[in-house]
């Protein structure tokens, strides 16, 4: 049996060989430097071009909103409020993804220009279409956990119930037909506020839904008197009640408003019998 090499001698033949003479560094610490350089030079234009697309988005912003000043009525408008409400999220989303200015424009152009655009001619296909906007609005306006977002979509699902309103005005002969979808919508987001713990929606939504729409209020009455006594907590049984007074001060005065119409209608033909 051959005897054993000494400890501590097995490497020391190679060692010169594994170390890098002063030319060698040199190459290396180039090489270095102009790989932190590109790495530098990388973050800098994912900046630039995350600043130019903000920018874009502010001049896009700018433009929509003197389009909705100059063609309020255009049938477009019920088109542009999804996209918007996609942008103001992607906006509210933790910087460096996100930027609080933009998420402001693009708030204030929803609330403030789209949802106050005035209404021009409608047709029933108009109530179609801004029927199947507001069901993606209302998942919107229940379900985001962004509190900037639920407001923009319960402002945006009431200028949708605003244009399927003057739809069935439009058109009166089949007002139940026009109207009966978004009815369901709304019922299901008047569900959605009692019975999920994760809803989101302002208390005050089916309020203001049940003033402006004047077909709403026999809708909304059957569903909400029962949760008066059955809602999960006293602040939803408080709702409900609120929300029943609400409706019924509609009621009496969609009522005592027919009641003043017939009133003058009477008036006028006493005086003319006269």
């Known amino acids: 049996r051959p005897p054993a090499p000494p400890e501590g001698n097995d490497d020391d033949s190679d060692a010169p060989e594994d170390l890098m003479d002063d ?23 994912a900046k630039m071009h ?24 255009s049938p477009h408008t019920v088109r542009m409020l999804l996209p918007l409400l996609r942008s103001l999220s992607a906006s509210l989303a933790p910087a460096p993804d996100g930027n609080d200015q ?18 021009g001619a409608l047709t029933p296909s108009d109530a179609d279409e801004a029927t199947i906007v507001l069901k993606r609005v209302s998942a919107l306006a229940s379900r985001s956990k962004t509190k900037p977002l639920v407001a923009a979509s319960a402002a945006g699902a009431l200028y949708l119930l605003r244009v399927i309103d003057a739809c069935a005005t439009a058109d009166a ?38 003033q402006r ?37 509609h009621l009496a005065t969609q009522q005592n408003g027919g009641g003043k119409e017939g009133g003058k209608k009477e008036k006028g033909k006493k005086e003319k019998g006269k």
């Open 23 to 45: 030319d060698q560094m040199f190459e290396i610490d180039a090489l270095l430097t102009d790989a932190f350089k590109s790495a530098r030079q990388d973050r800098t234009q």
């Open 50 to 73: 995350a600043s130019l697309l903000v920018n874009f988005k502010f001049r896009a912003c700018t433009l929509l909103d003197i389009y909705l000043k100059k063609v309020p009525a």
């Open 102 to 119: 933009l998420a402001k424009r693009l708030t204030s152009l929803i609330t403030q220009g789209l949802c106050k655009a005035k209404m």
């Open 173 to 210: 002969a089949n007002q139940q037909a026009v109207v009966a979808p978004a009815g369901e919508v709304v019922t299901g987001m008047l569900n959605d506020f009692f019975t999920r713990k994760d809803c989101r929606l302002p208390a005050t939504f089916l309020e203001q839904a049940v």
């Open 213 to 249: 729409c004047d077909w709403l209020p026999p809708l909304v009455l059957p569903a909400v008197l029962p949760l008066v006594q059955s809602a999960r907590s006293d602040f939803l049984r408080v709702a409900a009640a609120t929300l029943v007074a609400t409706t019924l001060r």
